[in-house]
């Protein structure tokens, strides 16, 4: 597997935009299964069922996000909530992950070239 130096991730609990400023390829997005509705139906049978269900449902939308960090050297994960910290406490319980720089900076809900520019900037600052 041939492996990219830099990558960028600006994420929410919901949403995660990968963004590698040396492909070619459209920037990817991975998106949490576990929405308001899902929320609502496990809400209905009970509210540990709700948490449970929310916590399968992460620990799934992070090991995706997972799998594409392996690809990289080095990984900035920045956004505006705690789930960028999440994930890396996710991360570092997994030894795959121990060769791989990772970095975390907080930000706003910035558009798509805001996104860009942030991941643009931090690695050329590194």
Partial sequence: MKTNSNLGIWMDH????????????KDQSIVSQFTSETKVNALNRSESLMHNKRQQM???????????????????????????VELHNHLNKDSHFKNIEINMESSENITDNEQLAFVKNHFENV
């Fill in 14 to 25: 919901s949403v995660a935009n990968l963004i590698d400023i040396n492909s070619k390829h």
């Fill in 58 to 84: 992460q620990e799934k939308y992070y090991d995706r996000i997972g799998a594409q960090i392996l690809k990289y050297k080095h990984v900035l994960l920045f956004g505006p909530t705690n789930a960028k």
